[in-house]
């Protein structure tokens, strides 16, 4: 027979139980402490036979006033001689003194149906009218229940200690079950299942006392109507009691498996947490077919309660540990995260970055990696990294097929390439390459993507019994967004880098020319990156008759506005200067050409010394030259003190009439004269203090002359010790003209 029953209020939610409601705590606790069965027996003689006896006795002993009533009382219960207690009789009907025994331990009957009973006795001489002991009168009561309920209660509070202090989920169940087994008044088989997280199939949690066989039989049944005791029970979420087993729907599926294990009845209550979602079933086995009585009942719920409280506890600590854990892997994401990018940008060069790509990689998430990106519709392999350079080696040797349409596979790479997604596997690639010599297991392949165009993959090899999981295809994916954005600022940095040093190259000497009685030597450094094409510029060219034209500018402003009028005023000098008589026309006319200059190529200033070198029948140099609002030159003499050349003369482009005037100057043999831009003087230390024109004189100051590139050489280092790490904001040129010494004439 099955019986459902209701289901109790959670006490930690509910309002106080009115005692009068059945079911309810107190009900719980009387049915386990129970109702105490008085027993009253009258005795005569020696003998100690029944005269006569309340129901209760004789139900203790197991007999009928029809067979107990008259017969001595040792051999109505043989047992109890073999305990003493015929002996204690004895005593106390030979002294007459009245003998009181608490909690004595009684066995009532024998064999298989034998019970442990606990009695309060009191044992009276029963005297007649001469005083003389003619009988006995028992008194007892009962209390094996209460005797149970304090061995449970002393159980169930450790139970709550362990689960107080945290302790094992399954030796708090463990312990459970075996105490309820132990102590309780019959055999009883106790079985706790666990709940999955949906619900929908109950686990093995604990049954010390089934067979194996059993518990691996039933771990995974599915919870629903009709599945057995528990399975119903989970459904329901309500106690099912099945009295017997052999006659029971509900165990149709698992008859056969019960009969192995020699279980009869169960009787099953699901564990419910405080919200009513389930979290197992406690069930209670029996080796014969039984109805449960309300101690039965009530222990059930008692212990289903702690069960609850320690599964619950038990799932608090477990997703706590669970969130730590993976806030922990989080923290340690981000810190590599965080650690990658910084090394993916610390450089601006393309294939190195990709290479830290490779060696990030292969330190974090597989031994193996390897990068490959297209160039001119090719794959090239850029960047590998291994264990060991032998394996470096082998799979920098692989250089993947690129497949051009859906119809060429071409392997993990080219497919990839084409769909731009995400390719893992449990398996050897199945193109053709290195695999067995690397011992490769499994792959990842990754797009690199820049702004939704895909120029290349990064793909991961496993070595092992290792895989990659959720966990690490996303953090590869994530590192390749980011290695890519960081190759890609390298690629155009680098181009960009390119692109200027190549149209400064054009603006400036290709090389220093040799000039007939003249050493010439020449500075340029960009400021900032030299992303940008700067303002400052120089140009020699040949006049003829051995005659040469030499120039140092700045353009105000940078990049492709400067550029242009930089090529502006060196093409209009080199085109006019063989044509017009002097260094004044000359300027003049490059004056008109920046006055003339559409608006789109600028309109800023520019600052010029612009002049013509002719050998000198000494072995000198006749200078002459115009200043146009640049630096003032210096004249490094006999006496090796720079001197400043003073020479008049207003900005270029501004007026169509500057003021300008030609000074003559002329250089002895190893006399210099030094021309240079702003960027140099205007160069500032740490403090935010300029170099000046004053420790410019100061560094060229020596007591012996010095040459042409050793001028450009001192100046140059004096700066760099001033500025110290300071980066430069402004371009710096410098070109000094050697009058040829002596000897080398």
């Not at 050793?710 to 760099?720: D, G, H, K, S």
Request: proline letters at 6%.
């Amino acid at each position: 027979m099955t019986y459902v029953m209701d289901q109790q209020p959670d006490p930690a939610t509910s309002p106080p139980a009115d005692r009068s409601v059945p079911g309810g705590p107190d009900d719980d606790l009387r049915a386990l402490f129970g109702e105490f069965t008085v027993v009253f027996a009258s005795l005569a003689g020696p003998a100690h036979m029944v005269e006569a006896a309340n129901p209760a006795f004789l139900a203790a002993i197991g007999g009928e006033a029809t067979t107990c009533i008259g017969v001595p009382l040792g051999q109505v219960a043989p047992e109890l001689a073999d305990q003493g207690f015929i002996a204690l009789l004895d005593r106390v009907y030979r002294t007459g003194e009245r003998h009181v025994d608490r909690a004595a331990r009684v066995m009532l009957g024998t064999g298989p149906e034998a019970r442990e009973a606990y009695f309060d006795f009191t044992f009276e001489p029963r005297p007649d009218a001469g005083g003389n002991i003619v009988g006995l009168r028992v008194i007892g009561v009962e209390i094996t229940q209460l005797i149970h309920a304090q061995r449970l209660t002393a159980e169930h509070r450790v139970l709550l200690e362990q689960i107080a202090l945290q302790a094992p989920l399954q030796q708090i169940l463990e312990g459970m079950a075996r105490a309820i087994e132990e102590l309780a008044p019959e055999e009883v088989i106790v079985s706790v299942l666990l709940a999955d997280a949906d619900g929908r199939h109950l686990r093995h949690g604990a049954a010390p006392s089934l067979p194996d066989f059993y518990n691996e039989a039933i771990d995974g049944i599915a919870t629903g109507e009709g599945i057995g005791s528990c399975g119903t029970a989970a459904h329901r979420r309500a106690p099912v009691i099945v009295t017997d087993i052999a006659t029971d729907p509900f165990w149709d599926d698992f008859r056969d498996l019960a009969d192995r294990a020699r279980l009869a009845a169960c009787w099953s209550t699901p564990i419910l947490a405080r919200d009513g979602s389930l979290l197992g079933t406690f069930a209670m086995y029996h080796r014969a077919a039984r109805t449960p009585q309300g101690a039965d009942l009530a222990l059930a719920r008692v212990f289903t309660e702690t069960a609850a409280l320690a599964i619950e506890r038990h799932q608090a600590h477990e997703a706590r540990r669970a969130a730590e854990t993976n806030e922990k892997a989080v923290r340690h994401d981000l810190a590599f995260l965080l650690e990658a990018s910084t090394s993916l940008h610390a450089g601006l060069d393309y294939a190195a970055t990709l290479q830290r790509l490779a060696d990030l990689c292969a330190a974090k998430l597989a031994p193996l990696c390897a990068v490959d990106v297209v160039e001119s519709g090719r794959v090239r392999r850029i960047a590998t990294a291994a264990p060991t350079e032998e394996e470096r080696r082998l799979l920098a040797s692989h250089i993947p097929v690129h497949g051009t349409d859906a119809d060429t596979d071409g392997g993990a790479v080219a497919r990839v390439l084409r769909t731009r997604l995400s390719e893992v596997a449990r398996r050897t690639p199945a193109e053709p390459g290195p695999w067995d010599g690397l011992t490769v297991t499994g792959y990842l392949c990754v797009p690199l993507l820049d702004r939704g165009q895909i120029f290349g993959t990064l793909t991961l090899f496993t070595t092992g019994e290792g895989t990659f999981d959720g966990h690490t295809v996303a953090l590869a994916e994530e590192l390749a967004r980011r290695a890519a954005s960081a190759a890609q600022n390298a690629r155009q940095y680098t181009q960009r880098v390119t692109l200027a040093r190549d149209l400064q190259a054009g603006l400036l000497l290709p090389e220093v020319p040799a000039l007939p009685g003249a050493r010439l030597a020449t500075y340029y450094h960009p400021a900032g990156e030299g992303l940008e094409v700067g303002g400052d510029f120089y140009d020699v060219f040949p006049l003829g008759d051995d005659r040469w034209a030499f120039m140092l500018g700045d353009v105000c402003g940078r990049g492709a506005t400067a550029a242009t009028t930089t090529a502006l005023v060196r093409h209009t000098a080199r085109a006019v200067a063989p044509l017009l008589p002097g260094p004044e026309v000359v300027v003049q006319a490059i004056n008109k050409a920046l006055l003339d200059r559409p608006h789109s190529h600028g309109t800023g200033f520019v600052t010029l010394v612009y002049g013509h070198l002719t050998p000198h029948s000494d072995g000198g140099l006749h200078l002459t030259f115009v200043r146009a609002g640049h630096t003032l030159p210096l004249h490094l003499g006999a006496t090796h003190t720079p001197r400043p050349v003073d020479c008049d003369g207003s900005l270029l482009g501004v007026v169509s009439s500057p003021r300008l005037r030609a000074r003559r100057l002329h250089l002895r043999p190893a006399e210099s004269f030094v021309l240079y831009t702003d960027g140099l003087t205007e160069s500032r230390n740490l403090h935010g203090e300029q170099f000046g024109e004053r420790r410019l004189l100061s560094a060229l100051t020596t007591e012996r002359g010095i040459g042409h590139q050793e001028v450009v050489t001192t100046l140059t280092q004096a700066v760099r010790a001033f500025t110290g790490s300071t980066e430069i904001d402004d371009d710096q040129a410098v070109l000094v003209l050697t009058a040829a010494p002596a000897a080398d004439r």
